[in-house]
């Protein structure tokens, strides 16, 4: 995605005002440099912060259990919930 900053902002802007906002997201362990911001995945740390002033509030939940991956994972996986 060229602007995630621009793509927060439009997805924010869709959600009707107390709504949530649920991104699942990484630091992918087989991500690649596509050229991009956030290429190979973002952080919890900078995708919270990217979100810091567009919300009311935002948790971040992890998501390591590896019944979810179908195996066992080394990167950072996570769901952050965002109220708009």
């Known amino acids: 995605m060229p602007d995630p900053h621009a793509a ?3 997805w924010r802007d869709l959600v009707r ?3 949530r906002l649920v991104l699942v997201e990484g630091r992918w ?3 690649s440099d596509g050229g991009t911001p956030w290429s190979g995945g973002v952080t919890a ?3 919270s912060l990217a ?3 567009l919300v009311t509030g935002l948790r971040v939940e992890p998501l390591t259990d590896p019944r979810l991956w179908g195996k066992h994972i080394d990167d ?3 769901a952050l ?4």
Not at 81 to 84: F, K, L
């Open 8 to 10: 927060l902002r439009r």
């Open 51 to 53: 979100l810091r002033d």
């Open 29 to 31: 362990g087989t991500g």
């Open 81 to 84: 919930i965002a109220t708009c």
């Open 17 to 19: 005002p107390g709504g």
């Open 45 to 47: 740390a900078t995708l």
């Open 76 to 78: 950072e996986r996570y």
